[in-house]
């Protein structure tokens, strides 16, 4: 069976996501090209396979409809109205919810039995819709989380220290949005604990350069696109190549009743395990208020 990835949605995240997979060595076969504007996707595609000659992986990139999800491994949604200007990730709740309704039961109709890979804003949300209009396994369907948060972090603590920031083990939990946070307290270089590194002046405004950044980088081009591509291409590689691999990714938490990003370990069949790891006071402060903010965002779609 080939392993086949569906893209809905080919706006500026959509479409980095799928230059960045054709930029890396992957185990997708084809990638498979939704959106509404058809004209706009078939010159998409045209213009990614002219890369293939210099691409590390081969990979068939052309137009489709709903009916190619039903082969599919992965269902990436990118689709839904972009954060403007002066807009938070919130204030797109009522736009994209009708449109994953509609989205979310035409790839169910095909007959689609993969995993589902959210990118849409405000993403915890959206990822809980598509849990509840998909009624599939709650491991199989997965939000891009806090990936691109975490990496920020790890970039802004890298430039700080002056180490590679492969090396730094620092995590942002809870909302993808204004009430996420970084879990100091368990935040380690190498084997050192951050506070070797970072004064707690500096842990300050890091973590508030890393929740401004979308904003910032907004005000400045218009939309953020480059780093969630990355994301994603990471995230599909975990569950292709069965990676077991641990990454922030927004997935259903049974004990809130919502989807909210903490450490999860991501294989062949999606999320397998959340980690959930000691908090401080402050930090589990920090948490159950992302989580009330997620839980008050899904009410109001209900009123």
Known sequence: ???????????????????????????????????????????????????????????????????????????????????????????????????????????????????????????????????????????????????????????????????????????????HGDSEFVAWSNANVALSKIDNFLSPADKLSLEEDVRNAAYEIINRKGATYYGIGMCLVRITSAILEDKRIILPVSSYDEVSDICISTPAIVNKNGVENKIFVPLSKEEEQKLQNSINVIKDAIASLER
Do not use: W
């Open 1 to 175: 069976m080939k392993n086949r990835v569906v893209l809905i949605g080919c706006g500026n995240v959509g479409m980095s996501y799928a230059y960045a997979l054709l930029n890396q060595h992957t185990y997708v076969d084809e990638l498979i090209l939704i959106d509404l504007d058809e004209r706009r996707i078939e010159g998409e595609a045209m213009d990614l396979n002219h890369c293939l000659a210099y691409s590390p992986s081969k990979v068939l990139v052309r137009v489709g409809d709903y009916s190619y999800c039903k082969d599919a491994r992965i269902v990436v949604i990118a689709a839904g109205a972009n954060q403007e200007v002066g807009e938070t990730r919130m204030d797109l709740i009522h736009k994209n919810s009708k449109i994953f309704k509609s989205i979310v039961e035409k790839v169910m109709e095909s007959g689609f039995d993969g995993i589902f890979l959210v990118a849409t804003n405000p993403l915890d949300v959206m990822t809980y819709l598509t849990l509840k209009y998909s009624k599939l396994s709650k491991n199989r369907v997965i939000g891009s989380g806090t990936t691109l948060d975490t990496a920020r972090l790890r970039y802004l603590i890298s430039e700080k220290i002056k180490i590679c920031p492969k090396d730094i083990e620092a995590y942002v939990i809870g909302e």
